[in-house]
């Protein structure tokens, strides 16, 4: 799932995100549910940069869950499979372990809907998704890229920053990309 960074790219027109992510997921996996997880990650991810940016607007999950079927042709015949990966209580119900299904795309977009209505930190959540094994880089990388939207850039765990090797460098990419979307970066974590 490398459709994360999507949902910030004109996070203000849905339109745009989900066809963005939509032909990004097709040049891997051709399958509606594939392009529904794409889609959905990205839209999440607009809509609580949205919320962040508009105080008029208030973000509901289930909505852009909803929604999301809108968008990819073909989601809808898949919504019982689809909805089983998102409809989880446990992290431990998406047997992220099981090595036969590693790669399922709906394992990981069910990992970040599960981390977002039951877990309360950055920290908290990455540490349980990447704890149940499997895909775990990938899970992590979905479920950090969904939590960093709604948390923000102030409240990655600094503890984990400082040991990023390259964390200057990225952050001197992100700090123009966060202006042109008319947010204002926070003072640098590594310029001492």
Not at 81 to 92: A, Q
Not at 143 to 157: D, E, I, M, N
Request: with cysteine; aromatic share 12%; charged share 25%.
């Amino acid at each position: 799932m490398r459709t994360t960074p999507v949902g910030c790219f004109c996070f203000w027109d849905e339109e745009c995100v989900a066809k963005a992510a939509e032909n990004l997921s097709k040049v891997t996996h051709y399958d509606p549910k594939c392009a529904y997880s794409a889609v959905l990650i990205s839209l999440i991810i607009s809509r609580l940069i949205k919320s962040k940016s508009s105080p008029n607007y208030k973000f509901d999950l289930d909505k852009t869950i909803e929604d999301a079927f809108t968008f990819v042709e073909g989601s809808n015949e898949e919504r019982d499979e689809i909805m089983k990966y998102l409809s989880v209580k446990e992290i431990e119900e998406l047997d992220l372990e099981n090595r036969d299904y590693m790669g399922y795309t709906l394992r990981t977009t069910g990992s970040a809907i599960w981390a977002l209505r039951y877990t309360n930190s950055i920290t908290e959540a990455i540490e349980k998704v990447i704890r149940e094994g499997g895909d775990s880089d990938t899970n992590g990388a979905v479920v950090g890229g969904v939590l960093g939207a709604k948390y923000g850039f102030s409240q990655l765990p600094k503890d984990i920053l400082t040991y990023m090797f390259n964390g200057q460098w990225l952050y001197n990419e992100v700090d123009p990309f966060m202006r042109i979307m008319g947010i204002e970066p926070p003072p640098s974590f590594w310029k001492k």
